[in-house]
């Protein structure tokens, strides 16, 4: 279980969900730091050396996954959960391969995410099912279209060469 001596790095770019999370954590009793973009996020964790963070795969034009290595410099010792709205295997692999110590998809309790701290992803111990659904296999491919698009519904709808609307109703179904 963690301590109250944990100090979290939240670095996301949405300003709500980044205060949320800081209210949330600071309730519990942690020291809370927060950062918007890629340059505060390296500073914080150079300046407070956070030993849990909490890390928005994409904020604003970065990508958060570039940014656990200068993270993990700076602040060796962290543990870092990367965070998401368009999750997919691979870029949970990068996640991992590149030091994360846990990635899960948004919308997330932070119950969850406290206990994603405690556990690593691949320490799960639970069987992988055989072959993912088809379901599972679209949800995926959509959300990767959508992460390339960097979110933007209509570009994503392009590239699948679908109609925007019928995006936003298969997107809406699959979460």
Known sequence: MSNVQDCYLVVDDDEE???ALRRSLERRGH???TASDAAGAVKAAQLQSPTRIILDLVIGGDKGIDLIQPLTQH???AKIVVLTGYGTVKT???AMQRGAYNYL?????????LEAFEKRADDSGAEDPPYPTLEEIEREHLQKVLYECQGNVTHAARALKMHR????RKLQKLN
């Open 92 to 94: 949970a692999v990068q």
């Open 17 to 19: 969900l980044r205060g």
């Open 31 to 33: 020291d809370v730091i």
């Open 75 to 77: 602040a060796p010792a």
């Open 165 to 168: 609307r019928s995006l936003q």
């Open 105 to 113: 998809s948004k919308p997330v309790e932070v119950d969850e995410l």
